[in-house]
Nanobody
């Protein structure tokens, strides 16, 4: 069973930066084949896709974070490292990691990011 754990969330001032991480276990050595997704859910809103990185390290970013977020992956550590700069109040949300391989998808429990002065 694949398990994901997000970490690095917390309180950040507007304009600041934050480096999060999502570590996977239980992939049986196949982490590099997983499409890793980064999602967020703000209070009262639906969960939305923020970014993805596939096995070829091709990335897709939502318009709302384009130019502010990168999501490199380290396959040796089974981890992705979403990094966001120029944070805004509207970036406040619970951020979730998802791992997809074929028809199988796994979610992490999420980490809270609050952007406030």
């Amino acid at each position: 069973q694949v398990q994901l754990v997000e970490s690095g969330g917390g309180l950040v001032q507007p304009g600041g930066s934050l480096k999060l991480s999502c570590a996977a276990s239980g992939t049986g050595g196949a982490f590099s084949f997983y499409i890793m997704g980064w999602y967020r859910q703000a209070p009262g809103k639906q969960r939305e896709l923020v970014a993805t990185i596939d096995s070829r390290r091709t990335t897709i970013y939502a318009d709302s974070v384009q130019g502010r977020l990168t999501i490199p992956r380290d396959n040796a550590k089974n981890t992705v490292y979403p990094q966001t700069s120029s944070l805004k109040a509207e970036d406040t949300a619970v951020y979730y990691c998802k791992a997809d391989l074929g028809l199988q998808g796994y979610w992490g429990p999420g980490t809270q990011v609050t952007v406030s002065s």
